[in-house]
């Protein structure tokens, strides 16, 4: 069974700082993965997806994420983040008949 | 290109009543799928449709919960009888089939449900 972990449920930056968000899976095959973002009373936009190639993805608003498959991981990140940054964000893994497992999120709170 | 549409925002019923959430897709877009997300927690699905058929559906409690997607684009997700444990975030989100590998999903704004 696919399974995503984020290891922080809140990370408080502050803004211009650089940002990374930590997600680790496990998936038995060639995973297919995302990273989507979700504010309050929102539904969740697609920030970026690897499904193979490139292990550095380049996402909307300035995102990236690295797929490291020695380590699992497929962590996001920001070079200097700004105040709007503020959201939930989730890391997923798709099976082959793209079903999504998401991880329980990362609150980012932005410091002024 | 208008976006996975979701009504209502938001519903608020008691213990025992029926609740009905309605979810129109992105246009062209064959596979459909319903979300519950509890409080702090990420989206679980609860099933998922090609056209259709529903061909996921092992995570819906069956007892109460019903969805259908008559036509293969509109789809309803029903609860009756609705129970306090319900109270969470429905999402709706939709992808298309065509293209190489898993195509992303592309998610509504949701339902927020309260139960009282």
């Known amino acids: 069974a696919q399974s995503v972990t984020q290891p922080d449920i809140h990370i408080t930056v502050s803004e211009g700082a650089s940002l990374e968000l930590r997600c680790n899976y496990s998936?038995?095959?060639?995973?297919?993965l995302f990273w989507y973002v979700q504010s309050p009373g929102q539904g969740l936009q697609l920030l970026l997806k690897?499904?193979?190639?490139?292990?550095l993805v380049q996402g909307i608003k300035g995102f990236e994420a690295e797929f490291k498959r020695s380590q699992s991981s497929f962590n996001l990140r920001k070079p200097s983040v700004h105040w709007s940054d503020a959201a939930e964000y989730f890391c997923?893994?798709?099976?082959?008949?793209?079903?999504?497992?998401f991880g329980g999120g990362t609150r980012l709170m932005v410091k002024p | 290109e208008a976006g996975v549409v979701q009504s209502p925002r938001y519903k608020i019923i008691e213990k025992k009543q029926p609740v009905a959430f309605w979810c129109n897709p992105i246009?062209?877009?064959?596979?459909l799928y319903w979300y519950r997300q509890n409080l702090g927690q990420g989206p679980e699905l609860l099933i998922r449709?090609?056209?259709?058929?529903?061909?996921?559906d092992s995570q819906l409690p069956k007892d109460r919960f019903s969805a259908e997607r008559l036509k293969g684009v509109d789809s309803t997700l029903k609860i009756q009888p609705a129970e306090l444990g319900d109270s969470a975030v429905y999402l709706c989100?939709?992808?298309?089939?065509?293209?190489?590998?898993?195509?992303?999903?592309?998610f509504g704004d949701g339902t927020r449900l309260s139960i009282l």
């Open positions: 997923s893994v798709a099976n082959a008949g793209n079903m999504l497992t």
């Open positions: 998936y038995g095959a060639t995973p297919y």
């Open positions: 690897y499904f193979s190639g490139d292990t």
């Open positions: 246009s062209g877009h064959n596979t």
């Open positions: 449709y090609e056209n259709e058929e529903a061909v996921d």
């Open positions: 989100a939709s992808s298309s089939s065509q293209g190489k590998g898993n195509q992303p999903q592309h």
